[in-house]
């Protein structure tokens, strides 16, 4: 059985109040000065860049964010948006290349280290995405979503002590965050001898919270 590892990037950073799904437009980064936002000249180029990300006219958007890191090339906020942009167009490289600059430039942007995290866990590279992943959270303790990405990569490599141990404190920071709650119920499943009453709970719970039923996952409840 698999963990629900959503791979599509979820840049935080990049996206409004509003828009904290996995398809996620970035804000404008017009009107930034140097600790993370552009001078005011740039409104013209953040908002062709935001409304290209949003058509999913990757060229265009790429071409925007490019033209303001003629401008500032340490912003890491455009590192990041540019990232983005170059995950969404599935150049893995590229993206990962820009949000090594995001947090070279600015360390504490957790989201940054997350995109990452996910990037390089996605080319096999586990070791350096729980690295990630531990960074974004040391940056935002209480991202449920970085620890749940952190289960899932250390699960990968057979800690499943530490991965429940994940799994049970984005639970405890986002009781409805239905893909932890599914998760683990895969690893009570998992657990010998299983645990399955406690599974179940974990499982009925995913589907309350809008998550998938799965056919393997409830053959196993059933056993």
């Known amino acids: 059985m698999m963990f629900v590892n959503p791979l599509k990037i979820s840049v935080l950073l990049?996206?409004?109040?509003?828009?904290?799904?996995?398809?996620?437009?970035?804000?404008?980064?017009?009107?930034?000065?140097?600790t993370g936002m552009l001078p005011p000249h740039t409104k013209v180029l953040g908002e062709r860049a935001a409304a290209a990300f949003g058509k999913k006219d990757w060229a265009s958007a790429r071409k925007a964010y490019?033209?303001?890191?003629?401008?500032?090339?340490?912003?890491a906020l455009v590192w990041a948006n540019l990232g983005a942009v170059e995950q969404q167009a599935g150049e893995?490289?590229?993206?990962?290349?820009?949000?090594?600059?995001?947090?070279q430039f600015n360390p504490q942007l957790a989201p940054s280290w997350t995109a990452l995290g996910l990037l390089l866990q996605?080319?096999?590279?586990?070791?350096?995405?729980?690295?990630?992943?531990a960074r974004a959270i040391h940056e935002d303790p209480e991202d449920a979503r970085a620890h749940?990405?952190?289960?899932?990569?250390?699960?990968?490599?057979?800690?499943?002590?530490?991965?429940?141990?994940?799994?049970?404190?984005?639970?405890?920071m986002k009781p409805d965050y239905g893909t932890a709650h599914f998760n683990m119920a895969l690893m009570l499943l998992e657990r010998?001898?299983?645990a399955i009453e406690l599974a179940r709970r974990h499982y009925e719970?995913?589907?309350?919270?809008g998550v998938a039923k799965d056919d393997v996952v409830?053959?196993?409840l059933k056993e």
Do not use: H
Not at 14 to 34: F, Y
Not at 92 to 103: D, G, L
């Open 14 to 34: 990049l996206v409004s109040a509003i828009c904290q799904a996995q398809e996620a437009a970035p804000i404008n980064p017009a009107n930034m000065n140097k």
């Open 66 to 75: 490019r033209e303001m890191l003629e401008l500032d090339d340490g912003n």
């Open 92 to 103: 893995a490289v590229r993206a990962i290349e820009c949000f090594e600059k995001s947090v």
């Open 122 to 133: 996605r080319q096999g590279d586990t070791y350096r995405a729980i690295s990630c992943f």
């Open 148 to 172: 749940n990405y952190l289960a899932i990569a250390a699960k990968g490599l057979g800690w499943n002590d530490a991965a429940e141990a994940e799994l049970q404190r984005a639970i405890d």
């Open 192 to 194: 010998r001898p299983p």
């Open 205 to 209: 719970k995913a589907l309350s919270l």
């Open 218 to 220: 409830e053959r196993r």
